[in-house]
T-cell receptor, first 116, second 112 residues
Framework: DTGVSQNPRHKITKRGQNVTFRCDPI?????LYWYRQTLGQGPEFLTY????????KSRLLSDRFSAERPKGSFSTLEIQRTEQGDSAMYLC??????????????FGPGTRLTVL | SQKIEQNSEALNIQEGKTATLTCNYTNYSPAYLQWYRQDPGRGPVFLLL?????KEKRKERLKVTFDTTLKQSLFHITASQPADSATYLC???????????FGAGTRLFVKA
């Protein structure tokens, strides 16, 4: 069990550029979450996948954000036309809960995005 | 909309004492509530989960209580150690949903 991994760990980009982050969950975990965290705040839910299906997406997420989990394993989060307000830590978490069972999430180390 | 409040000010305590952190929520009760620990620059780490029909849960030096009347959870660390210094996050999940709502966290400092 290697844990949840995220790449890259740090990303610096210029405003208006597109960025893509990758998350590799713990193998065989069927649930995958993306969060955004800014300094002094808790993680803010962005979206949730169960296997390859995206079942929930935050209303806070603008159309510039898109996430995929094509084969139900790794996931990517893309931000198009980045803005300075997108600067944050982007966290991925996975869990193995089945059905309606309570969910213990395992978090990755995060990708820190800085938009100049 | 659901709202979670945690002590915004840092909690400073002496080694060996019990740390008590508070999590208050508004609106209807969640299906379950979780506590996570987060160290600077790292992702949160799960500590304890308590369901709406449970009053108390323990794990080693940790204890969580859940009062659905007061809409409050208390998180206790007994015999605290400097290594317990971190930010502690409260998180709620509501019945029928997948979305986990986190509080802003409380920073704990344990002084040797």
């Amino acid at each position: 069990d290697t844990g949840v991994s995220q790449n890259p760990r740090h990303k610096i980009t210029k405003r208006g550029q597109n960025v893509t982050f990758r998350c590799d969950p713990i193998s065989e975990h069927n649930r995958l979450y993306w969060y955004r965290q800014t300094l002094g705040q808790g993680p803010e839910f962005l979206t949730y996948f169960q296997n390859e299906a995206q079942l929930e997406k935050s209303r806070l997420l603008s159309d510039r954000f898109s996430a995929e989990r094509p084969k139900g394993s790794f996931s990517t989060l893309e931000i198009q036309r980045t803005e300075q307000g997108d600067s944050a830590m982007y966290l991925c978490a996975s869990s193995a809960a089945r059905g309606g069972r309570a969910d213990t999430q395992y978090f990755g180390p995060g990708t820190r995005l800085t938009v100049l | 909309s659901q709202k979670i409040e945690q002590n915004s000010e840092a909690l400073n305590i002496q080694e060996g004492k019990t740390a008590t952190l508070t999590c208050n929520y508004t609106n209807y009760s969640p299906a379950y509530l979780q506590w996570y620990r987060q160290d600077p620059g790292r992702g949160p780490v799960f500590l304890l989960l308590i369901r709406e029909n449970e009053k108390e849960k323990r794990k080693e030096r940790l204890k969580v209580t859940f009062d659905t009347t007061l809409k409050q959870s208390l998180f206790h660390i007994t015999a605290s150690q400097p290594a317990d210094s971190a930010t502690y996050l409260c998180a709620l999940v509501y019945t029928g949903g997948f979305k986990t709502i986190f509080g802003a966290g409380t920073r704990l400092f344990v002084k040797a």
